[in-house]
């Protein structure tokens, strides 16, 4: 070993000291260059796959989005169609009071046909009696006249 401690001397200098740090220095540098370089290198190959991708994606996007607008359009009109037949028949049926007050007027009238049709039934067979008595008389008085004749 060489040294202060020994007696020989070393073949190191200050200048060449100085000189093989900064050789040493250089080489580093350029190393750390030349990582530096092959990092942006990676990283501008990444940034452009990431633009690409986003790019990719921005134009899905648009496709989902126009779909789904096509969609919710389709959506919209068959529920105006929907809401328009609910309104069509809300203006055709009628509401439930008028309705019942309708059934009962409705039945009012039966209840006063039916009573009419009894009366009728009432009157046509007491003129039928009538008619029967009266023929019956007949049929007797014709009898006892043949009778007398006779």
Do not use: C
Not at 13 to 35: G, M, Q, S
Request: hydrophobic share 45%.
């Amino acid at each position: 070993m060489s040294g202060e401690t020994e007696k020989a001397q070393s073949a190191w200098t200050v200048d060449t000291l100085l000189a093989h740090i900064e050789r040493r220095l250089d080489d580093l540098e350029k190393h750390v260059d030349a990582v530096i370089n092959g990092n942006d290198d990676r990283y501008d190959q990444r940034f452009g796959d990431q633009q690409e991708a986003v790019k990719a994606a921005l134009a899905s996007a648009e496709k989902a989005v126009a779909v789904a607008e096509a969609n919710a359009e389709k959506w919209r009109m068959n529920a105006n169609e929907w809401r328009g037949a609910m309104d069509d028949r809300e203006k055709n049926l009628m509401p439930r009071p008028q309705a019942e007050q309708a059934d009962a007027a409705n039945a009012e009238k039966i209840s006063s046909l039916a009573s009419r049709i009894d009366k009728n039934e009432g009157r046509t067979n007491g003129l039928l009696t009538i008619f029967a008595i009266i023929a019956a008389v007949g049929v007797l008085v014709a009898i006892f006249m043949a009778l007398r004749r006779g």
